[in-house]
Each structure stands twice: as structure tokens, then as C-alpha cells.
């Protein structure tokens, strides 16, 4: 089974969040900075009024609290609207 997002919305595998410590001290998973970049894995076909953009394999930045995370076959995701995507970094 695949994920194909529908209309401007696009599916991405978020880069994992770097994990830091000072003194020995351990972060938990709730206090890390959520990663604001990601891979775009699949990219609806657009809108009458908004044409896609972004394609797969795209590097993109998006917002801190963009997209709605979804799980899926033990891996997460993100699931956003392209207009939530803030740049697309190119080689």
C-alpha cells in the first residue's frame, strides 16, 4: 500500500531531529526541536488554482508546526498543503 496525497498536498519524510545533550543530560523526545526540513516522498497533482510545484525527491523547509504527522507501517510522516512549504533547497 502507498500514500498518494490528493490536490496540493504533499507527503514528507521529516530529516530526524539532531539530539543534544549538555552535562550529561538527556533530552527527551518531547523537548527536541522539531526538524523543519524534509525529502518530499509524493506530491498531489495540484489545483485549478495551484499548480504543484514541488515534485519528488525535493529537499524543502517547511514551518515549525506545519502538516499533520501521520504514521504509517512503523515510519512518520508529514502530510501539508505545499503552501505550508517555505523554500525548496537546490544543489
Given at each position: 500500500?502507498?500514500?498518494?496525497?490528493?490536490?496540493?498536498?504533499?507527503?514528507?519524510?521529516?530529516?530526524?531531529?539532531?539530539?543534544?545533550?549538555?552535562?550529561?543530560?538527556?533530552?527527551?523526545?518531547?523537548?527536541?526541536?522539531?526538524?523543519?526540513?524534509?525529502?518530499?516522498?509524493?506530491?498531489?497533482?495540484?489545483?485549478?488554482?495551484?499548480?504543484?510545484?514541488?515534485?519528488?525527491?525535493d529537499?524543502?523547509?517547511?514551518?515549525?508546526?506545519?502538516?499533520?504527522?501521520?504514521?504509517?507501517?512503523?515510519?512518520?510522516?508529514?502530510i501539508?498543503?505545499?503552501?505550508?512549504?517555505?523554500?525548496?533547497l537546490?544543489?
Amino acid at each position: 500500500m502507498n500514500i498518494k496525497p490528493l490536490a496540493d498536498r504533499v507527503l514528507i519524510k521529516p530529516t530526524p531531529a539532531e539530539e543534544t545533550t549538555l552535562s550529561g543530560i538527556i533530552i527527551p523526545d518531547s523537548a527536541k526541536e522539531k526538524p523543519l526540513r524534509g525529502e518530499v516522498l509524493a506530491a498531489g497533482e495540484g489545483t485549478k488554482d495551484e499548480v504543484m510545484v514541488v515534485k519528488k525527491g525535493d529537499q524543502v523547509l517547511y514551518g515549525k508546526y506545519a502538516g499533520t504527522e501521520i504514521e504509517f507501517e512503523g515510519e512518520k510522516y508529514l502530510i501539508m498543503r505545499q503552501s505550508d512549504i517555505l523554500a525548496v533547497l537546490e544543489a
